[in-house]
């Protein structure tokens, strides 16, 4: 008798359209193997944080099939891809992966986050994010350790990202 855990992999069925679909997009694949125990859940630090955020659920509604809801929410951007719960999924379910083929689905639909949109169009106008928190403080904390103080970065490089990343975006 074979005592082995190896074998063709398990599959739990029935999974519905926005499932195979998931699993077709670069990323995806796996998520059928997904038997809700809720080690995700219970191992992930931004559940630790916010109770909205549930990796096991989120799993269980693409199972279900809530297309239209999963990709209008905000919650698969708020996966840190730490890949703290693929350490002990027990069916080795790649969620960082999963949600980030969901995200790649809800940006090609139009549904970024406007907080996300807000960060690009800072970095775009800046070059840099934290501009605005830069405070004299921090700059004679870095005068201090010797490190550059003039942060502002060339315009050049924020024309190149645009370029290269934003050609329809925001100028
Ligand atoms: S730990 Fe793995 S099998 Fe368990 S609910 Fe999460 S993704 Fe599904
Ligand atoms: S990879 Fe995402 S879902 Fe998994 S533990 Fe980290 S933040 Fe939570």
Redesign the pocket.
């Known amino acids: 008798m074979d005592t082995t855990n190896e074998g063709p992999a398990i599959t739990h069925e029935p999974s519905s359209d926005f499932a195979r679909e998931i699993e077709r997009e670069p990323g995806g694949a796996g998520i059928m ?11 992930c630090m931004v559940a630790s944080m916010t109770e909205r955020y549930r ?2 659920k989120l ?2 509604k693409i199972l279900l099939g809530k297309r239209e809801e999963v990709l209008a929410s905000e919650l698969p951007w708020l996966c840190m891809s730490c890949k703290l ?2 350490e ?6 790649d ?1 960082s992966e999963i949600f980030t083929a969901v995200r790649e689905i809800a940006a090609r639909e139009g549904h970024i986050p406007p907080v996300y949109r807000q960060t690009v169009d800072k970095v775009l106008e800046d070059g840099w994010l934290l501009k605005d928190s830069y405070t004299d403080f921090e700059e004679d904390d870095r005068d201090d350790l010797g490190l550059h103080t003039d942060l502002n970065w060339n315009d050049k490089f924020v024309k190149k990202l645009r370029k290269k990343y934003f050609k329809g975006g925001k100028q």
């Open positions: 193997k997904c038997i809700q125990c809720g080690m995700c859940t219970a191992s990796p096991r799993i269980q719960c693929e002990r999924c027990q069916e080795d379910v969620l």
